[in-house]
């Protein structure tokens, strides 16, 4: 795997995980951060609607889900990283944030935005998942035969 | 090259797009007339006027033929930052963008069908020099007559005798823009 493959890699993980993030939530651990650097606008935030595609079990064919609504942006620094926010929902400011901190993720303050905003939205995005996945494993229903000794 | 092609795009995409929409429209609409379009900026050699109007015809639906004086990995990066159009082969494209020399024989473009004339692409015409001079422009939307720098006559003429089948042209030369559509006579001046 070359560099680039890995930084591509880091990127789709931390890309994901804002999308994925509350609102709420990323404003709130971004709200301690005060410095923000200086940006223009690649693109300003848009609301539009993207077709969620899955495949039956997981590797059947594909089918179209539904449309779900994403508002994106594209934003470049003073020093020139380039961030694009993609997040559920119609919230411009919650693009905007994903955005910056895609862009600020390039600099030398990855490190401090990883601890401050990126590691806690994981963990909680992981809690998260494992409480359903515990609700949903206590309603699972193991089917076996019984031994009917008949012979 | 990455600065290039991720900006350039409308300071306010919905009433920018809004006013160059209406200036493509009258351009179409009054042959031979000159409209400014100004507000987009791609990598050259597209002009301002040739970007606006991608900007606001064109999306992941639209696929657009580049002729070789723009087919350049930083036009084909900006057109899918900012538009999503495919790029294709003129046998299917809804609109072509180049310089006249550039573009191919017109009859590789297709002309739309009996059933749907509007299946047809449209070119966009960069030239060095737009004015309403030259070529004599008669038909719908134009009173008595106009005059266009055009490229040439005998290919227009010949698009005009396939209506209501045929091509539209947009031709463009820094902020100018002019629309010659499918159902104008051309004649020489």
Known sequence: MTAQDDQNEARKGWMSLLAKSPAQRLADLTGEITDWPGFEWLRPPEVGGVMV?????????????????????????????????????????????????????QTERAEELRRAVLDPLETQLQAAKASRAARAAATKVDFFTMVRGED | MRDDTLSGGFANPSVDAAHAFRAALSALSRPGHMETL??????????????????????????????????????????????????????????????????????????????YPDRSTTIIVELDRLTAEGARLTGPGIETEAHLSLPAIAPFRANRALFPLGLDFYFTCGASLAGLPRSTNVEDA
């Open chain 1, 53 to 105: 595609r899955g495949r039956t079990g997981g590797t059947g064919a594909p089918f179209n889900l539904g449309e779900m609504t994403v508002t994106r942006c594209a934003l470049r620094l003073a020093t020139g990283e380039v961030g694009h926010g993609y997040v559920q929902g119609r919230d411009k400011a919650h693009a905007e944030r994903a955005a910056l901190i895609d862009a600020m993720m």
């Open chain 2, 38 to 115: 100004a507000g987009a900026h791609a990598p050259a050699p597209v002009s301002p006027a040739a970007a606006a109007l991608l900007l606001t015809l064109c999306d992941a639906e639209t696929p657009i033929y580049l002729a070789p004086s723009h087919d350049t990995p930083a036009i084909r990066d900006w057109i899918a930052f900012h538009t999503g159009a495919p790029i294709t082969p003129p046998e299917t494209a809804h609109f072509a963008l180049g310089r006249w020399p550039d573009l191919p024989g017109l009859e590789d473009f297709p002309t739309g069908t009996a059933d």
